[in-house]
């Protein structure tokens, strides 16, 4: 089991920034690629950034790419997402989740998940 808690999420004006955390506990953390994922009201989960567990190159969603930068510290068991220049659409619940073995951008392969952190971005 992997346990993962979620932070920093809050209201934020658009063009502005937040960095969300996501903590893990349980079993090894290096062996899981980790992801970030986000829920919009009345839409469906769509996948945000996700990054393996030691080198390679992140993943992002085309809507975040150059805005978002995911990156993790394997040695406290956390991962964060840097979110710059954000905008009204970027309002959701924004998830982390586990993934064991490789990146994907693809919900069914994350075994585990988080309770997600509001990010509301206001005009």
């Known amino acids: 089991q992997v346990q993962l808690v979620e932070s920093g999420g809050g209201l934020v004006q658009a063009g502005g920034s937040l960095r969300l955390s996501c903590a893990a506990s349980g079993r090894t953390f290096s062996d899981y690629a980790m992801g970030w994922f986000r829920q919009a009201p009345g839409k469906e989960r769509e996948f945000v950034a996700a990054?393996?567990?030691?080198?390679?190159?992140?993943a992002y969603a085309d809507s975040v790419k150059g805005r978002f930068t995911i990156s993790r510290d394997n040695a406290k068991n956390t991962v964060s997402l840097q979110m710059n220049s954000l905008k009204l659409e970027d309002t959701a619940v924004y998830y982390c989740?586990?993934?064991?073995?490789?990146?994907?951008?693809?919900?069914?392969?994350?075994?585990?998940w988080g309770q997600g952190t509001q990010v509301t971005v206001s005009s």
């Open positions: 989740a586990a993934a064991f073995g490789i990146v994907s951008t693809q919900q069914y392969d994350y075994a585990y």
């Open positions: 990054i393996a567990w030691i080198g390679g190159n992140p």
